[in-house]
């Protein structure tokens, strides 16, 4: 059959699946190990450390094969390269242009004990069985070959929007954060910026004719800083997850690992309600979530039937803009009985944390109630809440003086 | 007999009490209502990480005068690869503790301030943005800033032929380069 161009097409046919594929395929029924090493952009050393890792497994007497190795040039990665087989690439036609792709089928026949994939985050060509990577490493994983795979840390869907604000760049190849979820092991390579941009100077990781277009946009010092404090955070973030999850499974409180994940990371509650003072505990909860690396929500419990005045109609539409612009959730629950409402809303965002400002003077027989904030420790046992002071009445004494 | 009278007693002073609760906080609202309520907006924008000092001290001014709310908005830029409701957080995190700390300096000089963020493709496209939703009765902007970290002449041109508000464009100073900016934040972390 001749292909029409745009028609992808796969240099050999496509391979049966691996049990159907052959006698060689490992199938033990366990899964592959995974190990990611993560870097905060090109040029960190992701790729040589797995090479490295690669030839020690093989030299303690492992069957290593390297799947996919992105070289893009750079001479010691190639070099360091040497010595390991590699599994050869699959061709694709792809509008008359042909595209070399990882070829999983090879590999699941080769049936190696591990297995080297670069690029985790990358996207194939259309034509082959996965339109991304990842999967692909899914497939060898199920295989039962233990996997090393590299990944930048702009590549995680999480992080997209928020790297590509700071660095003016959008990054593409996206994979959900869940992949690096289910790794076994994350590693993180970490280099200073200033190391890093030496390296690219000196050409050790783009040509030297793209090497100022790289210094002029995505590796400015600035944008290096805070992708390698994103970096750390998110590989933080993994191994304390991991560690809660190992700590849990097998012990008597079994039943609590499948709680664990939602444990394991913040997420801050402020109540809010539609006035402008509002906006200051808005923003000190946002400071609290983002030191913390949390989602916020905001709350607000109305009464059923409540009308709002024009200022307050005026500071609900402030008060929406404003969570927007931070990437805060606003929630607006009716309720009669404020505390059940944010308690039932607390349980089901999975809140560890709720902020709020101090209550307006009780009156009447509410004098007798204990405080909002004690009745909710009492209703959410396991949530800390913390009660925000106004600032701006503290004595201006104590205010340095701005700048001259 | 003397049970009964303190039964009628203990009702009366229930009574008195109910009555006294329900006048004392009518009476406050009352009192609230009578109060003289701020009649002015005053628009106070700002793109980078510090304002200058002119533009605050003006506005403050003002706002004593004509008891007036001041409105300090920080105004922050979408890129154009990015959606326009997209959530900011690295430039929030420059012009939050700004907005904190001029709400601050508004708050110790005993003036209503209530803040606003506007978000556009520029900060023309979000002072439009926030021009739109709200009305403003007065706009201090201050023209001293560097037209590539805030509203440039075009800008203010555009303020001016196109905002129907009273606009305080304060002139340069050379001599006068204070600043407020978020060093000025009283323990806001």
Not at chain 1, 87 to 114: F, G, H, K, S
Not at chain 2, 112 to 137: K, M, Q, T, W
Not at chain 2, 139 to 167: C, F, H, M, N, T
Request: hydrophobic content about 40%.
């Amino acid at each position: 059959m001749a292909s029409s161009p745009g028609t992808p097409q796969p240099a050999h046919p496509p391979a049966l699946n691996p049990v159907e594929a052959g006698e060689n395929v490992t199938m033990s029924g366990d899964r592959g190990h995974l190990r990611v090493f993560i870097g905060m952009a090109a040029g960190v050393g992701k790729t040589y450390r797995m090479l490295i890792e690669g030839h020690a497994e093989q030299e303690a007497g492992r069957d290593v094969v390297v799947g996919l190795l992105e070289t893009h040039g750079r001479v010691e990665t190639a070099r360091i390269a040497e010595g390991l087989p590699m599994v050869p690439r699959l061709r694709v036609t792809y509008r008359e242009t042909l595209i070399e792709e990882m070829d999983v089928p090879a590999i699941l026949r080769r049936a190696p004990e591990l297995c080297l994939i670069d690029e985790l985050a990358h996207t194939n060509a259309p034509g082959v069985e996965h339109p991304k990577r990842y999967e692909d490493v899914e497939q060898v994983l199920d295989a039962g070959i233990d996997v090393l795979s590299t990944l930048n840390v702009q590549h995680l869907e999480s992080l997209n929007d928020r790297i590509t604000e700071l660095s003016g760049i959008r990054v593409r190849e996206t994979i959900p954060d869940a992949v690096l979820g289910r790794a076994d092991e994350v590693v993180l390579i970490d280099l200073t910026p200033e190391a890093l941009l030496d390296r690219l100077r000196a050409g050790k990781i783009y040509p030297t004719d793209r090497i100022d277009a790289a210094l002029n946009n995505f590796f400015k010092i600035e944008n290096l800083a805070a992708l390698r404090e994103i970096a750390l955070r998110q590989v933080a973030a993994e191994v304390g997850a991991k560690r809660l999850t190992t700590e849990l499974v097998g012990s008597r409180e079994e039943s609590l690992a499948a709680d664990a994940p939602q444990a394991i990371g913040e997420r801050l509650m402020a109540l809010v309600e539609p006035y402008p003072g509002t906006q200051r505990l808005v923003r000190r909860a946002w400071r609290s979530s983002q030191q913390l690396g949390a989602q916020l929500d905001l709350l607000w419990v109305r009464r059923p039937g409540q009308n709002l005045s024009e200022d307050a109609e005026r500071s609900l539409a402030a008060l929406r803009q404003l969570a927007s612009v931070l990437g805060a959730t606003l929630l607006i629950e009716e309720s009669d009985d404020p505390p059940a409402a944010i308690a039932e809303v607390a349980r089901r965002r999975g809140t560890t944390y709720i902020q709020m400002g101090r209550s307006r003077p009780a009156r009447g027989f509410a004098r007798l109630r204990p405080p909002l904030a004690q009745r909710l420790m009492e209703r959410l046992p396991g949530v800390d809440v913390r009660i925000v002071a106004d600032r701006s009445s503290r004595s201006s004494d104590n205010q340095p003086a701005s700048r001259p | 007999m003397s049970s009964a009278l303190v039964a009628i007693i203990a009702v009366a002073a229930i009574l008195i009490g109910l009555a006294v609760g329900y006048w004392v906080p009518s009476h406050r609202r009352l009192a609230a209502s009578n109060r003289p309520r701020p009649v002015r907006n005053i628009l106070l924008p700002f793109t980078g990480d510090e304002i200058s000092r002119r533009a605050f001290e003006a506005a403050v001014r003002l706002a004593k005068a004509e008891n007036a709310t001041i409105m300090p908005a920080f105004l922050a830029r979408v890129p154009m690869n990015l959606p326009l409701e997209s959530a900011l957080p690295v430039q929030c995190a420059s012009g939050m503790p700004l907005l904190e700390a001029i709400e601050q300096r508004v708050s110790s000089q005993g003036l209503p301030v209530d803040s606003r963020v506007g978000r556009g493709r520029s900060a023309r496209d979000a002072l439009r943005h926030l021009l739109e939703a709200e009305h403003f009765d007065r706009i201090i902007v201050s023209a001293d800033e560097d037209p590539r970290a805030g509203l440039s002449y075009e800008d203010l041109r555009w303020l001016l032929e196109r905002v129907p508000a009273e606009i305080l464009i304060l002139r340069p100073a050379p001599e006068d380069t204070r600043r407020i900016s978020a060093t000025a934040l009283n323990g806001h972390t």
